[in-house]
């Protein structure tokens, strides 16, 4: 059932970090990384993939980082879920391209129809959750 993808979730706590510390000044990808305890070469990814869709800001040099470019009031959990393009689905047969290979019973399933509407219920909570939200747990 749902599970959010690992690398959501480090998204959501290196977002929660910058926008905790990074009032007047850039937080690093290295410090990031030690304090949210994520894996430093994913928290590059996934740091790169935040400024690719435009959520964050990387600045260079001596005092280099990131800093959020969305108030946490703003910023969307669903839109940080599309951003490190992931998904969160309730089951396998949801996704993209899902087919009688990935669920034996895909051709004649009586679960997936009243799945997918919550499913969209659960899309929609993420679209309307924001970041502030999770700010200060």
Not at 72 to 98: H, N, Q, R, W
Request: proline share 3%; hydrophobic share 40%.
């Amino acid at each position: 059932m749902l599970k959010i993808p690992k690398k959501i979730e480090y998204a959501f706590l290196a977002l929660k970090y910058i926008a905790e510390h990074s009032a007047d000044e850039c937080i690093n990808s290295k410090t990031i990384s030690r304090n949210a305890d994520i894996p430093h070469d994913l928290t590059a990814k996934i740091l790169q993939q935040l400024v690719k869709r435009k959520i964050i800001s990387s600045q260079q040099g001596a005092k280099g980082g990131y800093v959020l470019n969305y108030s946490p009031f703003e910023l969307s959990l669903g839109s940080v879920i599309s951003a490190v393009d992931e998904e969160v689905m309730l089951t396998k047969c949801m996704f993209d391209g899902a087919s009688k290979v990935s669920c034996e019973r895909f051709d004649n399933c009586c679960l997936r129809d009243p799945l997918n509407k919550i499913q969209n219920k659960i899309n929609e909570l993420f679209d309307k959750t924001f970041l502030q939200e999770i700010i200060g747990q």
